[in-house]
């Protein structure tokens, strides 16, 4: 199995900062690409940033310019800084991660979230 542990939500003032962090661990063999999603209350889940296999990124608009997701080489840890936090990036936000199991399974493995709340 494969198992999926965030850390870094908290509470910040709107233009403030904060680092999430995902881990993936268990019976890995290869992670194609990982992803941060977001979901609000009363709104659906939704897609933040997500960095593939060859280091290929992509943002929502929403975020633009004011994330970055990353990711070292060979390693199964992701990384989301967020700068300049608006009050509508309160959600709730789930790592998401892809790949292969070393018995050659894909599996899509989903995180337990962690709280990040915009206010003042």
């Known amino acids: 199995q494969v198992h999926l542990v965030e850390s870094g939500g908290g509470l910040v003032q709107p233009g403030g900062s904060l680092s999430l962090t995902c881990a993936a661990s268990?019976?890995?063999?290869?992670?194609?690409?990982m992803g941060w999603y977001r979901q609000a209350p009363g709104k659906e889940r939704e897609l933040v940033a997500e960095?593939?296999?060859?280091?290929?990124?992509k943002y929502a608009d929403s975020v633009k310019g004011r994330f970055t997701i990353s990711r070292y080489s060979d390693s199964n840890t992701a990384y989301l800084q967020m700068n300049s936090l608006k009050p509508e990036d309160t959600a709730r936000y789930y790592c998401?991660?892809?790949?292969?199991?070393?018995?050659?399974?894909?599996?899509?493995?989903w995180g337990q979230g962690t709280q990040v709340a915009v206010s003042s």
């Open positions: 998401n991660t892809k790949g292969y199991d070393t018995n050659r399974r894909i599996f899509d493995v």
């Open positions: 268990g019976s890995i063999f290869t992670i194609n690409g």
């Open positions: 960095r593939n296999l060859g280091g290929g990124t």
